[in-house]
């Protein structure tokens, strides 16, 4: 059976009733990503979806790029109520828990079919965490895989050395470190400026930030290591949802389960064509070498020994049934 039908929708169905609300409500949502990203499109999508279950009792104002929010800052939001729905990065709470972080580590989850079972195991701990915050996810987006955005084409890991690169956890700050670089963590919407003002001189992240932030504008190589699929996430506000009439809150819990299906096959085909668009802009695009991706195989190593050491019995057990997917 593929991985992917693991993902359950076994409340797809209810995506297509005509829910009766008491009354017409309007929801907030936030976002930090462009328009025309694919973490954008799936939640139009998502919206979409939710809007005619309600049969027009529930409309959601999406507003994307970080228009009304941060990023960093959409969480506490949707705790706080300030806001209904929210699309989170989980890899900016690294420093809450180290299980926000492990699908940053190098290699845990190099591929989409890791990232399914991964995200699978790690569902009852998120679920338990946001429960206990007064929330619930509804959909995980995983990221396209990564590279290294650089001003020169990558021969040997020694070039690594004092370079000022841009990453977005703590989980990728450690790899920068122990690859040579000097490594700062900056939100998604200051990358521009800090390369402007040479706070930074390269990054590593997906082809789709690069194509997002016009990445032709400040480097001219993207060498793809693949190394991992980072995940966002799709969050409401407990509260909010539990207003809601049960056969409509049953609908957008599938409308999540779906976003998510569709999410992995999106990202995978936006990984191919950011690509794509990178070379068209003029960018030297390669695969990473036998030596980089040893070097970052090894670092892997150490990190998910670090990442061990830091997290509790929970956390390690989530490794294990993880771990224990793939036998």
Same mark, same amino acid.
């Given at each position: 059976?593929?991985?992917?039908? =693991?993902?359950t929708?076994?409340?797809c169905?209810?995506? &297509? %009733?005509a829910? *009766?609300?008491?009354?017409?409500t @309007?929801?907030i949502m936030?976002?930090g990503y ?5 973490? @954008?499109?799936?939640i139009?999508?998502f919206?979409?979806?939710?809007? +005619?279950? &309600?049969?027009?009792?529930? &409309?959601i104002?999406?507003r994307s790029?970080?228009?009304?929010? =941060? ?8 705790q706080?109520?300030?806001?209904q729905? #929210? ?6 709470? #690294?420093?809450e828990s180290?299980?926000y972080v492990?699908?940053?580590l190098?290699n845990?989850?190099? $591929?989409?079919? /890791? /990232?399914?079972?991964l ?5 009852p701990?998120?679920? /338990?965490?946001?429960?206990?915050d007064?929330? =619930?996810i509804?959909?995980?987006?995983p990221?396209?895989?990564?590279? %290294?955005?650089t001003?020169?084409?990558?021969? *040997?890991?020694?070039?690594?050395d004092?370079v000022?690169?841009? !990453?977005?956890?703590?989980s @990728?700050?450690?790899? #920068?470190?122990?690859l ?18 040479g706070l930074?001189?390269?990054? %590593?992240?997906s082809?789709?930030t690069?194509n ?5 504008d400040?480097v001219?190589d ?17 509260r909010?949802l539990?207003?809601?009439?049960? $056969?409509?809150?049953?609908? !957008? ?5 779906a ?11 936006a990984g191919?064509?950011s690509?794509?668009?990178?070379? +068209?802009? #003029?960018? @030297?695009?390669?695969?990473? &070498?036998?030596e ?6 090894e !670092? ?15 956390e ?8 224990a *997917? *793939?036998e």
């Amino acid at each position: 059976m593929n991985v992917f039908s =693991k993902i359950t929708l076994t409340a797809c169905a209810a995506i &297509s %009733f005509a829910a *009766s609300a008491s009354a017409e409500t @309007t929801w907030i949502m936030a976002s930090g990503y462009p328009e025309d990203s694919f973490f @954008t499109q799936n939640i139009r999508m998502f919206i979409e979806e939710v809007e +005619e279950a &309600s049969n027009g009792e529930l &409309s959601i104002d999406l507003r994307s790029n970080g228009e009304l929010i =941060k990023l960093d800052a959409i969480r506490r939001a949707v705790q706080a109520g300030q806001i209904q729905l #929210g699309e989170i990065r989980f890899g900016v709470y #690294g420093n809450e828990s180290p299980m926000y972080v492990l699908d940053s580590l190098p290699n845990v989850a190099g $591929d989409y079919e /890791s /990232s399914v079972r991964l995200m699978e195991a790690q569902k009852p701990w998120f679920d /338990s965490v946001f429960e206990e915050d007064g929330m =619930k996810i509804l959909a995980y987006q995983p990221w396209p895989g990564q590279g %290294f955005y650089t001003k020169f084409p990558i021969e *040997s890991v020694e070039q690594f050395d004092g370079v000022k690169m841009r !990453i977005y956890s703590t989980s @990728t700050q450690r790899m #920068g470190e122990l690859l040579g670089f000097d490594a700062t963590i900056l939100p998604y919407a200051e990358v521009p400026q800090a390369f402007s003002t040479g706070l930074i001189d390269a990054l %590593f992240t997906s082809g789709q930030t690069g194509n997002d932030i016009q990445a032709w504008d400040y480097v001219s190589d993207f060498t793809y290591t693949g190394s991992m699929h980072n995940k966002n996430g799709i969050i409401v506000n407990q509260r909010a949802l539990g207003a809601l009439p049960e $056969d409509l809150q049953a609908a !957008i819990v599938a409308a999540g389960e779906a976003a998510t299906l569709r999410g992995y096959e999106m990202s995978r085909i936006a990984g191919e064509n950011s690509v794509v668009v990178l070379k +068209e802009h #003029g960018m @030297t695009v390669a695969d990473a &070498s036998p030596e980089l991706l040893q070097a970052l195989e090894e !670092i892997g190593k150490v990190m998910i020994e670090e990442w061990s050491a830091e997290a509790s019995e929970d956390e390690l057990a989530v490794l294990e049934a993880y771990r224990a *997917s *793939s036998e």
